[in-house]
């Protein structure tokens, strides 16, 4: 069984500032870990993935990912908050094998960037 | 980039009619569609697992009879939501994954927001 929880439904930052989204999971299997992006009347945008590989995940806009086992964590982080990063981010979690794809997600977090 | 469209965007209906909705990858093969369903304030939960020409996997507490998918080719998966009534009223995302470079990359419908009144 696999679950994710995002914590804090709604961030707000300044433009400008660190964002910080966190994400924690659970899995019984080693984990593939995905962030995802949703603007508006938009359909999910993948941001970056953790697939076994490196532990740090750079994604598209400048985000990044780290995967720290120990934490069970996959936090996404952008040194700089921008104001078109204004949307929802949703933090999902899958399995391997033919597992793979069936994702579970966290709830989601709003992020408001204030000018 | 690989697009995924959905149709329609959104629909109301009576209690008791069904409903189609269709996705379909519109510039790539999708051997595999995923249906969500996200109720509001929610996370999106997987509702089913459709693979082209086979029969679709249905994740637990879901009701195959009520919720039919077909995935007819490589570009079309229909979720067709059978005597609707109004605790079906939802948001319905589709997603198509499809192989990539050397790996498997999933791409997002817009999603279709059914009311049944």
């Known amino acids: 069984a696999q679950s994710v929880t995002q914590l804090g439904s709604h961030v707000s930052v300044s433009e400008g500032a660190l964002v910080l989204l966190r994400c924690n999971y659970s899995?019984?299997?080693?984990?593939?870990l995905f962030w995802y992006v949703q603007y508006p009347n938009q359909g999910l945008q993948l941001l970056l993935k953790?697939?076994?590989?490196?532990?740090l995940v750079k994604g598209i806009n400048g985000f990044e990912a780290e995967f720290k086992k120990s934490e069970t964590s996959f936090h996404l982080t952008k040194p700089s908050a921008h104001m078109s990063d204004a949307a929802e981010y949703f933090c999902?979690?899958?399995?391997?094998?033919?597992?793979?794809?069936?994702?579970?997600f966290g709830q989601g977090t709003i992020l408001t960037v204030h000018p | 980039g690989a697009v995924v469209s959905q149709h329609p965007s959104w629909v109301i209906c009576k209690s008791g009619t069904s409903v189609k909705i269709e996705c379909r990858s519109l510039?790539?093969?999708?051997?595999?569609m995923f249906w969500y369903r996200q109720f509001p304030k929610q996370s999106l939960m997987l509702m089913a697992t459709?693979?082209?020409?086979?029969?679709?996997?249905?994740e637990q507490g879901v009701e195959k009879d009520k919720f039919l998918i077909n995935h007819a080719s490589l570009t079309l998966s229909t979720l067709t939501v059978t005597s609707a009534h109004p605790e079906d009223s939802s948001f319905y995302i589709c997603?198509?994954?499809?192989f990539g470079t050397g790996t498997y990359e999933q791409y997002f419908g817009p999603g279709t927001r059914l009311t049944v009144t």
């Open positions: 953790y697939t076994s590989a490196a532990t």
């Open positions: 510039d790539f093969q999708a051997t595999t």
């Open positions: 899995s019984s299997v080693p984990p593939y």
């Open positions: 997603s198509a994954q499809t």
């Open positions: 999902a979690v899958s399995g391997g094998g033919t597992s793979y794809g069936k994702l579970t």
């Open positions: 459709s693979n082209e020409g086979s029969k679709a996997t249905y």
